[in-house]
């Protein structure tokens, strides 16, 4: 079982930068996926940036340019010129690897899940 933990969430005006941080806990197999979703009132959840084992990373296009996805023992999204419409609630999730494809920006997906950190933008 993994245990995801988000931090890193806050309020900040139109064009700030916010890191959210993703702690995982429990057993991680060697090759996986790792990814940053967020979902705001009213709207589906959807994947923001996803990393695999090896480092591959995907991005969704309304983010392409402003955020950075990143891990060490930690899962990271540096997110840079904030947009008021990214705001949401961000979730860490992990799941299994796509293979030799990128890793996949469907929340469904991935296995695990963190509680979500509130991300305002104004």
């Known amino acids: 079982h993994v245990q995801l933990v988000e931090s890193g969430g806050h309020s900040v005006q139109a064009g700030g930068s916010l890191i959210l941080s993703c702690a995982a806990s429990?057993?991680?197999?060697?090759?996986?996926?790792v990814g940053w979703f967020r979902q705001a009132p009213g709207k589906e959840r959807e994947g923001v940036a996803a990393i695999d084992s090896d480092a591959r990373t995907r991005y969704a296009d309304s983010v392409k340019g402003r955020f950075t996805i990143s891990k060490d023992n930690t899962l990271y999204l540096q997110m840079n010129n904030l947009k008021p419409e990214d705001t949401a609630i961000y979730y860490c999730a992990a799941g299994p690897t796509m293979g030799w494809l990128l890793c996949s920006l469907n929340p469904l997906k991935y296995n695990y899940w963190g509680q979500g950190t509130q991300v305002t933008v104004s």
């Open positions: 429990g057993c991680i197999t060697s090759r996986y996926c």
